[in-house]
Nanobody, 120 residues
Framework: QVQLVESGGGLVQTGGSLRLSCAAS????????MAWYRQAPGKQRELVAT???????NYADSVKGRFTISRDNAKNTMYLQMNSLKPEDTAVYLC??????????????WGQGTQVTVSS
């Protein structure tokens, strides 16, 4: 029911910046926490950053000070500003949304991902 579409990925060199967007649509229930994950080939998916509906954020240690997560609740859109990019940031970046549904149930939705490639 909820669709998440990521955009903004691309190819940049070390030290460059990208701004990712995740647009949510089709939700008739409130979206609570949203998050960015990333997954590189042959590696496990890792949590990059989270943001609650109220704007509280958490970051993986590897991206603290370089990445900034934000959201615009009116637009149902989440962002990830990535600065000082490193080759190890290369991955598919995935958007996740935690939706509060009926009976206090929570459902998690995923986007298809957007590729970020950082060259050295």
């Amino acid at each position: 029911q909820v669709q998440l579409v990521e955009s903004g990925g691309g190819l940049v060199q070390t030290g460059g910046s990208l701004r990712l967007s995740c647009a949510a649509s089709g939700s008739i229930f409130p979206i609570d926490t949203m998050a960015w994950y990333r997954q590189a080939p042959g590696k496990q998916r890792e949590l990059v950053a989270t943001i609650t509906s109220g704007g509280s954020t958490n970051y993986a240690d590897s991206v603290k000070g370089r990445f900034t997560i934000s959201r615009d609740n009116a637009k149902n859109t989440m962002y990830l500003q990535m600065n000082s990019l490193k080759p190890e940031d290369t991955a598919v970046y995935l958007c996740n949304a935690d939706v509060v549904e009926v009976a206090s149930l929570r459902a998690n939705y995923w986007g298809q991902g957007t590729q970020v490639t950082v060259s050295s």
